[in-house]
């Protein structure tokens, strides 16, 4: 008998990096390592549960502007060239540790690998991995959901109602035109919410969105079940709490199960512990070290000293890991089912780009845990969100507490000295797209392509990545020029439309470089005190 | 030069530092902080200059912020942080989670009688506990509610900040 649920979202993103000025950026690299160590490898396991018919349930969400990339043929291109590096090397690493029996196999799991990543990502695909999420999609057991357009921090757009509906709409379109159907969820992004803009969610036809646990526990009328049901908000979605357990089990720091000494370390990588000389060619050309996902050695502990990492042995800890997660949902599920009149459920978000690139043997484990759950037991039952809405149990109706999964939980990590200078900008920008897309409703031609551009640079700017790095402090200068020069170019075009003096050759270009959500409509901005006054016109007319 | 490369796209523009126009917004940071920035823009100060015959670093400037009685029906409290001419942004220590804020920015008359120039939106400060509102058609007996409440709080909040909070 099920006494309880278990909902896995993974949240997938990347800020929209793409870079054809230069021949190699650092920064496009976050988005081939993630196609390599994450997302392939989870399309790999959940085709694998697939073909082995594992009745597994899991939420998936693909953020727009990482959509956009995936879609993007200048970065495909781009992501072969690297990947085919990547293989060269691979080659290379196994004449290198031919006579080395601890660190052979490895070359040779890692050439088999990326031999794997080019088949699925070439041949099988033909470069559109969107294609597989898909396929997934239809098989019934993988839930896809939207974010916002760029990833913004809605709480602190929320000033301008405009901001807020046009980054959600443009980001549930923008799945629509790729995967043909309305998501059925959003996340929010960072979990960022505030219950200003609950009616826009309402009205784009979304049934559910995901909160930091205090964004459901706190929520008025208290929830009587806390996080163990979702929540009914005022906008009619259903609000669905993180469990602090399932995240705890996974990322603590102290009792974690990525920090096993089993696991791959993440640290000990070619591109620094290789001679220059060796290594250096498959580096930055600008010489500096960093990571080429070779790693070789085991976390084995605390000290600097390192053994070869044994992937047998890490398997081997992945399932037992899983079968203690298991172990520990099925005694969560029992004391909640003692309090609660339903079965409780348990909703676990996570990054997935920490799966697999940070946490090596992460899909391998969410992979053994699938197997268990449906073969071993019938306690707990996988579910995706909008599987449990079909279930039908009565919903508590209760406004959510604004919120964040951030550090603190609320509005700090995008708001403090270091990154609060941004507000004036991106508000201001986003009041002058508003005026601009009242005033000119019906643009053609020029004027629509300025107006379309113009709201691109704008989404852009708003991405929370901006202000998440300047607070982090690592590759900030490169956060502060991609914001800047988007507002700069946003500004730009703004100032040319008003004097009917729009430089063509420079929009071409603008649309050729920042060129994410070609279908963007510059309408989502328009006034939404206008189109209210608009609709009643129209009401009026009618009767 | 690469036409995407930000020399061409930038055209070697910068940001601009203001609007021109006159603004004050308030956003909130946490259940404790707000946040808010401001613009007077010249042709106001200017005005301003010209109607007291005192230059605009001469202004007594200052934010008055009001907080909203819980029910919403008013403001039941206010004070004042005075500023000087050339700050353009603000942390204000709001003390009160779960309530409505609303500020504005003014400056003394002679006597200290405060003279509102711009008001802000409204920002509400987020709770920071569990809700005192019950549905009665939505309850646990009370000792199962702390069961559940407990373990809840036992890895989100120390236990000791949700027993702390509940009382």
Redesign the interface.
């Known amino acids: 008998m099920v006494k309880g649920y278990l909902a896995f979202i993974f949240h997938s993103h990347l800020p929209y990096v793409r870079h054809p000025e230069h021949t190699q950026s650092l920064e496009e690299k976050w988005f081939f390592e993630a196609i390599t160590e994450c997302y392939i490898p989870f399309i790999r396991v959940f085709q694998g549960l697939e073909k082995d018919n594992v009745d597994y349930s899991a939420t998936f969400s693909l953020s727009p502007t990482l959509l956009a990339m995936l879609e993007d043929s200048f970065l495909q291109e781009r992501y072969v060239g690297y990947l085919s590096r990547l293989q060269l090397l691979a080659q290379k690493e196994e004449e290198r540790t031919a006579n080395d029996p601890a660190f052979s196999p490895l070359a040779r799991m890692y050439r088999e690998r990326l031999d794997y990543t080019s088949y699925i990502f070439n041949e099988k695909y033909g470069r559109r991995l969107v294609t597989a999420f898909r396929e997934l999609l239809n098989g019934g057991h993988l839930e896809l959901i939207t974010s916002a357009a760029t990833h913004g921090f809605l709480p602190l757009l929320g000033v301008q109602k405009e901001a807020i509906y046009a980054q959600i709409a443009a980001g549930v379109e923008y799945y629509e035109k790729i995967f043909g159907s309305i998501p059925r969820g959003i996340w929010l992004p960072e979990c960022g919410y505030d219950p200003g803009f609950e009616e826009i969610l309402g009205e784009l036809g979304l049934h559910y969105y995901i909160m930091a646990t205090h964004g459901v526990l706190y929520a008025s009328p208290r929830p009587k079940y806390g996080i163990y049901s979702p929540i009914l908000t005022p906008g009619g979605l259903a609000a669905f709490g993180r469990d602090p357990e399932t995240s705890a089990q996974v990322w603590s720091a102290k009792e974690g199960y990525p920090g096993d000494y089993n696991y791959r370390e993440f640290y000990r990588d070619i591109g620094y512990d290789l001679s220059l000389d060796y290594i250096g060619e498959f580096l930055h050309p600008n010489g500096l070290r960093s990571n080429t996902g070779f790693k070789y050695y085991s976390i084995t502990g605390p000290e600097n000293h390192k053994e070869p990492y044994n992937p047998q042995k890490a398997l081997e800890k992945a399932s037992e890991h899983a079968g203690n997660f298991l172990f520990n949902r099925q005694k969560q599920v029992e004391y909640y089912g003692e309090i609660m009149d339903r079965p409780p459920l348990v909703v676990a978000p996570y990054d997935s780009e920490l799966f697999g690139h940070w946490w090596f043997e992460g899909p391998q484990w969410f992979d053994s845990l699938c197997r268990i759950i449906s073969q071993n037991q019938d306690t707990i039952k996988m579910i995706t969100p909008g599987k449990y809405l079909e279930l039908g149990y009565p919903l508590q109706v209760s406004t959510p507490n604004a919120s964040s999964w951030g550090d603190k939980g609320y509005n700090e990590v995008w708001l403090n000295g270091k990154n609060d200078w941004v507000y004036r900008h991106l508000h201001n920008a986003a009041k002058k797209m508003t005026a601009l897309a009242t005033n000119f409703p019906r643009a053609e031609d020029i004027l629509k392509d300025a107006l379309n551009q113009a709201a691109r640079e704008l989404l852009l700017a708003q991405s929370s990545d901006w202000p998440f790095i300047i607070t982090s402090g690592t590759m900030d200068s490169y956060a502060k020029s991609r914001l800047m020069s988007h507002l700069i170019r946003f500004l730009k075009l703004e100032r040319q439309i008003w004097e009917n003096n729009i430089d063509i050759s420079w929009l071409r270009h603008l649309e050729a470089t920042d060129n994410l959500f070609p279908h963007l409509d510059y309408h989502l901005f328009q006034s939404l005190n206008e189109t209210i006054a608009v609709e009643k016109d129209k009401l009026m007319g009618a009767v | 030069m690469?036409?995407?490369?930000?020399e061409?796209?930038?055209?070697g523009?910068?940001?601009?530092l203001?609007?021109g126009?006159d603004q004050l917004?308030l956003?909130?940071?946490?259940?404790y902080w707000l946040?808010t920035?401001w613009?007077i823009s010249m042709p106001t100060r200017q005005r301003l200059e010209f109607e007291t015959q005192n230059k605009w670093e001469a202004f007594k400037l200052a934010l008055r912020v009001h907080r909203f009685d819980m029910d919403n029906s008013g403001k039941e409290s206010q004070f004042d942080i005075q500023i000087n001419s050339f700050s353009?942004?603000w942390y204000i220590k709001a003390g009160v989670p779960d309530r409505k804020y609303q500020i504005e920015f003014g400056y003394y008359l002679p006597e200290n009688v405060f003279q509102s120039l711009l008001t802000s939106?409204i920002a509400?400060t987020?709770?920071?506990?569990?809700?005192?509102?019950?549905?009665e058609n939505?309850?646990?007996p009370d000792w199962?509610a702390r069961?559940?409440?407990w373990?809840?709080?036992r890895?989100?909040l120390s236990s000791m900040e949700i027993l702390a909070k509940e009382r």
């Open positions: 690469h036409p995407s490369s930000r061409f796209l930038d055209g523009e910068h940001l601009p203001y609007y126009e917004v956003l909130p940071r946490d259940p946040f920035y613009e353009d942004n939106n509400s987020p709770r920071d506990r569990l809700s005192d509102v019950i549905d939505w309850q646990l199962q069961r559940l409440y373990r809840i709080s890895i989100n």
